[in-house]
T-cell receptor, first 115, second 108 residues
Framework: GAVVSQHPSRVICKSGTSVKIECRSL??????MFWYRQFPKQSLMLMAT?????????EQGVEKDKFLINHASLTLSTLTVTSAHPEDSSFYIC???????????FGEGSWLTVV | RKEVEQDPGPFNVPEGATVAFNCTYS??????FFWYRQDCRKEPKLLMS???SGNEDGRFTAQLNRASQYISLLIRDSKLSDSATYLC?????????FGKGTRLHILP
């Protein structure tokens, strides 16, 4: 089946630094990928829609200058958390669906801890 | 009103019982419907797509009612391993909307 890979799966960074998370579709191409955040015991929250070759679309309340999204190819989107703070510590998940397909596949998620 | 609504639960159900979840959606232009399962501290995984004709996969049956704008998931003969959060997902054009999930605990 279709596979979406995220890297790193876990990262610890110091407050004020930036962290990049990669989301790759391994066996299909995706013009659109989605980034979510999930705090413990809470539901998934869509942060932004990543569009290949154009600017990402951010959900209300999500700072685009803090969460930089780049979708440079049909198989890779990256999320960079800039100037990270402890309150950014969360589970970040990406998803994608194959071109022309309907099913949404999720990456394994990335646990970010900012200390 | 949220576009996709689910009862958050938790549903505490004895092993072997049948449990049913509903999910309602507000936008009649919604096109595709799914149930995902999310285990604690893991990513959601597709359980099944949902069609108007209804579809069944082993102990799981999903149904879509477009007139009333809801989808359902029925789990028969529940197992301990069915304990998870079940997410209702609705797709409309390029937008994917998640319900907040229903937590299910299967009790031994």
């Amino acid at each position: 089946g279709a596979v979406v890979s995220q890297h790193p799966s876990r990262v610890i960074c110091k407050s004020g630094t930036s962290v990049k998370i990669e989301c790759r579709s391994l066996d299909f191409q995706a013009t659109t990928m989605f980034w979510y955040r999930q705090f413990p015991k809470q539901s998934l929250m869509l942060m932004a829609t990543s569009n290949e070759g154009s600017k990402a679309t951010y959900e209300q309340g999500v700072e685009k200058d803090k969460f930089l999204i780049n979708h440079a190819s049909l198989t890779l989107s990256t999320l960079t958390v800039t100037s990270a703070h402890p309150e950014d510590s969360s589970f970040y998940i990406c998803s994608a669906n194959p071109l022309g397909g309907n099913t949404i596949y999720f990456g394994e998620g990335s646990w970010l801890t900012v200390v | 009103r949220k576009e996709v609504e689910q009862d958050p639960g938790p549903f505490n159900v004895p092993e072997g019982a049948t449990v049913a979840f509903n999910c309602t959606y507000s936008n009649s232009a919604s096109q595709s419907f799914f149930w995902y399962r999310q285990d604690c501290r893991k990513e959601p995984k597709l359980l099944m797509s949902v069609y108007s004709s209804g579809n069944e996969d082993g102990r799981f049956t999903a149904q879509l009612n477009r007139a009333s704008q809801y989808i359902s998931l029925l789990i028969r003969d529940s197992k301990l391993s069915d304990s998870a959060t079940y997410l209702c997902v609705v797709r409309r054009d390029d937008k994917i909307i998640f319900g907040k999930g229903t937590r299910l605990h299967i009790l031994p």
